[in-house]
Structures are given as structure tokens and as C-alpha cells.
């Protein structure tokens, strides 16, 4: 856990970021976007992704402990494993990972209308000890575009279909369209409601630009917390804006902080499709 404990000392965005940088590989043999989603060919950086609002004695970092990795990562870089992997010792702990949509950034931000869905792996081990409804969730940020601001709306398992008491051990694949429930922590006259669906967020603000998005666990938890995220993807108008993240370790040694590796690329729905029937299979 050496490794973890590095990630975690590295919190300071600026060696995080140093560190991230040094290792990362863009993944080859998927489907790359658009010249204007490409930005990973040529700056591979750490794709846009930090790691955000960790608190206390919380911890998150790219491991090997509970390892996803997609038949494209396999192939062309043998060996190599990770994924997301979260650790929170009691309810006052929390971690993310985020990335923010702009002009200057990875992934310009896009109209929320062009949100299709998203998609994203999480795992949770039965060794946790918090509320079984309880894995990591994947938020955007939106800026409305009216004078309600910027606001949060998250996906959690246990408001779509998930039930109170969540798998454990397995990865579990969750998967956001339009009729999926999506809560707010901020928006104003909504907050804290919990069958407000993708859809009816682009009613409620047609104009809104999608800002950010990032992948969170804890606060307010009570009790112990391991598990993990992998496998990224959102869904964007259109077959070439999609974005994929598999994050991964690089190789099969056991790594230095110089060595890590977040790899991001992109490819259409048909990632989502492929590894459903792989795993149908
Ligand atoms: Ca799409
Ligand atoms: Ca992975």
C-alpha cells in the first residue's frame, strides 16, 4: 500500500499533477475522437483528471487492488492493471477524482443537451463497514446558465434500481440516460430530490453547459469504506465525442510514483456495448 500512501502525500495538485504526468500513456487500439476530443495524443498529462476534495484520513488513488482492465489496455500494454481504488476509514472521510470542462482544459465544455448518458464501473468489498446502499458516485458539474449558477447533479446505485444493500466483491456496471435519476446538492428550489431524471434537467435548464465531472465517495458515511471506479465513459451526442477513461498502473511491477499511469482515451457507445457482451459472454 506504499503506493497508495504516495498518492495520497502527493495531494498538493501541483505534485500530483507532476507525478501523474510522468508515467501517463494514452491507450492505444480504441477508437480516438474527433481532432477536438484527441487532445490525449498530444498532451497525454493526466487527462484532465484530479483528485479532489479528500478530507481527513480518506484516501484515493490509481492501484492495482481491485483491477479493471479493458481488453484494449491488455493488449497493447501486457501486464498492466488498476483502477480507481478509494479507501475512507470513518464517515468524516472523503475522496474524488475530478476533471474540469473549459476552454483550457482536456474537454471543452459541451451543452448539456448533448449529454446522452454516461457510464461507469464501481466496486465495493464486502470489508467495508458503511451503509450497504453506499458505493462511489459519478457527478457533473452545470453551469445553468441562469441565475440559479453552477450546480452539482449526481448518480448514485441506490436511486436507480441498485436497493439498499449494494453487491459486494463484483464489479458492477451503472449506466446513465435520460430517464435516470440524477440528485442535486445545490440546485436551487431542487436540492436533495431524488427523482429529478437526466431529461428533465435539460428541461429545467435547455441553455446549461456541462462544466466538469468527477467520480466521489464518503462524507457523511458512517463506518468504513473500500472499493473502487473504473471504466469512465460519457456518452455525447454524436459517435465521436464519446470519452473513455480505463485508469491503470502500467505495469505489472510493482510501481513508483514516477510510473503511474492514468489512461484515458476515447471511443464510441460501442466500448459499452462490447464489454457487456463480454461480459454476457
Ligand atoms: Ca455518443
Ligand atoms: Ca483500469
Not at 504526468?21 to 498530444?42: N, Y
Not at 464518503?218 to 464519446?242: E, K, Q
Amino acid at each position: 500500500m506504499n503506493l497508495f500512501r504516495t498518492i495520497t502525500a502527493l495531494a498538493p495538485l501541483g505534485l500530483l499533477s507532476a507525478n501523474l504526468q510522468a508515467g501517463v500513456v494514452v491507450l492505444p487500439g480504441e477508437t480516438i475522437g474527433t481532432v477536438a476530443d484527441a487532445w490525449s495524443s498530444t498532451n497525454p498529462g493526466q487527462q484532465g483528471w484530479y483528485f479532489g476534495d479528500i478530507r481527513n484520513s480518506g484516501t484515493v488513488g490509481i492501484t492495482k487492488t481491485y483491477d479493471r482492465t479493458s481488453a484494449a489496455a491488455a493488449a497493447a500494454f501486457p501486464g498492466s492493471q488498476g483502477s480507481l481504488e478509494f479507501n475512507l476509514t470513518s464517515g468524516a472521510d472523503k475522496g474524488g477524482l475530478n476533471q474540469y470542462f473549459n476552454s483550457s482544459a482536456a474537454v471543452a465544455a459541451f451543452p448539456l443537451l448533448d449529454l446522452v448518458g454516461a457510464a461507469y464501473d464501481w466496486f465495493r468489498s464486502s470489508s467495508s463497514t458503511n451503509s450497504a446502499g453506499q458505493a462511489p458516485a459519478l457527478f457533473f458539474s452545470i453551469d445553468t446558465k441562469t441565475a440559479d449558477g453552477v450546480i452539482g447533479v449526481k448518480y448514485e446505485p441506490t436511486y436507480n434500481g441498485f436497493g439498499s444493500s449494494l453487491p459486494t466483491d463484483a464489479w458492477q456496471t451503472s449506466t446513465i440516460t435520460g430517464t435516470t435519476n440524477l440528485w442535486s446538492w445545490n440546485a436551487p428550489g431542487r436540492s436533495w430530490v431524488f427523482n429529478i431524471a437526466l431529461q428533465d434537467w435539460k428541461t429545467i435548464y435547455p441553455n446549461a453547459l456541462v462544466t466538469g465531472m468527477g467520480v466521489d465517495a464518503g462524507s457523511g458515511w458512517n463506518g468504513v469504506f473500500s472499493g473502487a471506479v473504473d471504466f469512465i465513459t460519457v456518452d455525447r451526442t454524436g459517435t465521436a465525442n464519446d470519452l473513455f477513461f480505463d485508469f491503470q498502473v502500467a505495469d505489472a511491477a510493482v510501481p513508483e510514483p514516477g510510473t503511474l499511469a492514468i489512461w484515458g482515451t476515447f471511443g464510441g457507445l460501442g466500448l459499452i456495448a462490447a464489454r457487456r457482451r463480454r461480459r454476457g459472454a
